[in-house]
């Protein structure tokens, strides 16, 4: 489950801010860290030329 991309978090928020989504879920603060560090870190797109 990723909440942050529709929590409004493009980056990687305030630890405090984190933990508290992390305890709400019930998920690890690890993992809630690792997901947005997998959301934020994706390579773009390659870019098509003619």
Known sequence: MTLLP???FGGLA????LAAI???CG????HIIDLAKHRTS???????TA
């Not at 305030?14 to 801010?17: C, G, L, R, T």
């Not at 998920?27 to 690890?30: I, T």
């Open 42 to 48: 994706r390579a773009p797109a390659p870019v098509r």
């Open 14 to 17: 305030d630890p405090h801010v």
């Open 27 to 30: 998920l690890a603060l690890r």
């Open 6 to 8: 529709e929590a409004g």
């Open 22 to 24: 992390a305890d709400d």
